[in-house]
């Protein structure tokens, strides 16, 4: 069966100190995995696509980086405004469809 | 630019009402998605439009039914409303289904059903 897992669901870090958000997979030909940003009363923001094992993108000080099982969203120096949930999603080929995973909510302490 | 627009905000009905969720998108993008998001389950999708014209059942379109009255609007229509479709609704659209396209979604609608 097609599956998105998240983990943590939740993770509280202090300012400054790096972490990681993992996304692990299990579909058959996966064509994409997206990242999202979800504040609170918002609707996801999307933030990245990765396509292929070893694919990595960057932005600001987040880094997203992907194999054939799993995806890593890296926080490098968090600020207090980087809380929000995380969103993993799949789409895998032959399909429309988007399997999304249920977030990991991140909260940054000052 | 508004990007994707969701009507109404809140909205609180009694079991057996019915309503319509407005969702317009001023992108011109090709398909568009009605997704609900209920805690520790993910978002999943209700109805899909690839196109005007056109619409799919997604993963829990049971309850509702959908009109893509042009390119720019997808409604989702509640017509007996339950409480086990008190949620969040979120409305997505992107520019086609052809290649890995990402989602632009709408700020949602919360929905309780007593």
């Known amino acids: 069966e097609d599956q998105v897992t998240q983990s943590p669901e939740a993770l509280r870090l202090q300012e400054g100190e790096s972490s990681s958000l993992n996304c692990s997979y299990t579909v058959s030909g996966l064509r994409g995995l997206f990242w999202y940003r979800q504040d609170p009363g918002k609707g996801p923001e999307f933030l990245f696509t990765l396509y292929s094992a070893g694919e990595e993108k960057e932005k600001e000080r987040l880094k997203a980086t992907l194999t054939k099982k799993e995806s890593f969203l890296h926080i490098t120096a968090p600020k207090p405004e980087d809380s929000a949930t995380y969103l993993c999603?799949?789409?895998?080929?032959?399909?429309?469809?988007?399997?999304f995973g249920t977030g990991t909510r991140l909260k940054v302490l000052a | 630019n508004a990007g994707v627009t969701q009507t109404p905000k809140f909205q609180v009905l009694k079991t057996g009402q019915s309503m319509t969720l407005q969702c317009a998108q001023d992108?011109?993008?090709?398909?568009m998605y009605w997704y609900r998001q209920d805690p520790g389950m993910g978002l999943r999708l209700i109805y899909y439009s690839a196109s005007e014209g056109t619409t799919d059942k997604g993963e829990v379109p049971n309850g509702y039914n959908v009109s893509r009255l042009n390119k720019r609007e997808f409604s989702l229509r509640l017509e007996s409303a339950a409480p086990s479709q008190t949620s969040v609704y979120f409305c997505?659209?992107?520019?086609?289904?052809?290649?890995?396209?990402?989602?632009?979604f709408g700020s949602g609608t919360q929905l309780s059903v007593l």
């Open positions: 997505a659209s992107s520019e086609s289904r052809l290649t890995n396209e990402k989602l632009f």
């Open positions: 992108m011109n993008h090709n398909s």
């Open positions: 999603a799949v789409q895998f080929s032959g399909t429309y469809k988007y399997i």
